[in-house]
Structure formats: C-alpha cells, structure tokens
C-alpha cells in the first residue's frame, strides 16, 4: 500500500541549530515528493518538491530537502532554525495512478524551536 | 492576491442541521479539492474536482456533498450534520494534476480552514 510515514510526532531544536524533519515513503513507480507547512491558525502552505534531478531541493524560507531512492526518504532540513519556524510540518507524495493525482499525505511532525 | 478564501472561519452547528462551507479561488485553477485534519488521522480528502462540472468522491465521502458550477467556486455541503463531522476542513486548489502518463506537479493552495463543530 502506499505510505508516507513521518517517524516523529515532535521535533525539538534549540534556535540557531540545524533542523531536521524525518519523511520515508513507500509507493510504487517515481514519486513526487512535497512539503507542506501550517502555522497556526493557517492552512498549509508549500515549502518545496521533488520532481527528478539533483537531490537536494531548495524551497521557502531557507528549507532543503534531501531525496534518498535507496532509503526511500526525503527529509527536510534547515541549517540553522528560527523561532519562527515553529510549525506543523507534513511530508506528502503524489504517485501516478488513476485520473486523482491524490497526495498521500503524512501525518505530520510539530516542530518547536526555542530561544 | 491570490488566494483560497473559505468562509466561515468558525462555525458551531446542531446535529441535522444543514449548512454550507464556501470556497473561492482567483487563480483559475482546474483542479479544487476538499479535506478534514483531525488530530492522529493528519488531512484526508472529502470530495475533489478536476473542473467545472466534475467531481469525484476522496477518501471519506460519506455524509458531504460538492458541486462545481463555476470554476472558482466548490462548496462544500453537509445536509445532515453529525459530531463525528466535528473537524477543522480545508479547501485546496491548483493547476490540473495531471492526467494520463502525465503528472502535472503544481503545489497545492489552501484556504485558511473552517473549524466546524457540531452538537
């Protein structure tokens, strides 16, 4: 069945440090691979994809992500978080079956950095 | 701007009460779709539309109605609420997905939510 699994519920980093946020997939064919955040009160917004190509992919407000195919992950990271990051971040991956195009959607993952 | 407008924001309703959650897009987008967060279940999809005119059920259908007269409009529609319709939803947009082989990956555009709760 196809998945996306976001491992941990909370993150926790101390403000300034490098942030990283755990998504593995399992779907057949070539994912299409998302991130999404929500801040309070708001609806998700997209931080960055993947399509094909280099594996380390560049979105909003500083964010990367890095495609692993052999560990089937795509983790998002940052390298040195703000305050102001702290949201609700979720992982998606859209697969090419059927006329939805649905995202399949994790669970997501809080995040919380401190001053 | 662009932008998803939903409306209302918040909204507390009685059980068997019908009501309407609105939903406007001012990008021309083909493709709209509806969704519920609950905590422990992440977003699920209701109801999506690839155009004006058609629509097709998501994950859980059960208990809501869409129409898609108009291309930026998509509302959703719960005649008969029950608590277990208790959530935060949210409407979402983009260019078409895709069809056939080929899979058009533009983001997705989300309202800012309607937390319903029904009693």
Known sequence: AQSVAQPEDQVNVAEGNPLTVKCTYSVSGNPYLFWYVQYPNRGLQFLLKYITGDNLVKGSYGFEAEFNKSQTSFHLKKPSALVSDSALYFCAVRHNAGNNRKLIWGLGTSLAVNP | ?119
């Open chain 2, 1 to 119: 701007e662009a932008q998803v407008t939903q409306n209302p924001r918040y909204l507390i309703t009685v059980t068997g009460k019908k009501l309407t959650v609105t939903c406007s897009q001012n990008m021309n987008h083909e493709y709209m779709s509806w969704y519920r967060q609950d905590p422990g279940l992440g977003l699920r999809q209701i109801y999506y539309s690839m155009n004006v005119e058609v629509t097709d059920k998501g994950d859980v259908p059960e208990g809501y109605k869409v129409s898609r007269k108009e291309k930026r409009n998509f509302p959703l529609i719960l005649e008969s609420p029950s608590p277990n319709q208790t959530s935060l939803y949210f409407c979402a947009s983009s260019l078409r997905p895709g069809t056939g082989a080929r899979i058009d990956n533009s983001p997705l555009h989300f309202g800012n939510g309607t937390r319903l709760t029904v009693t």
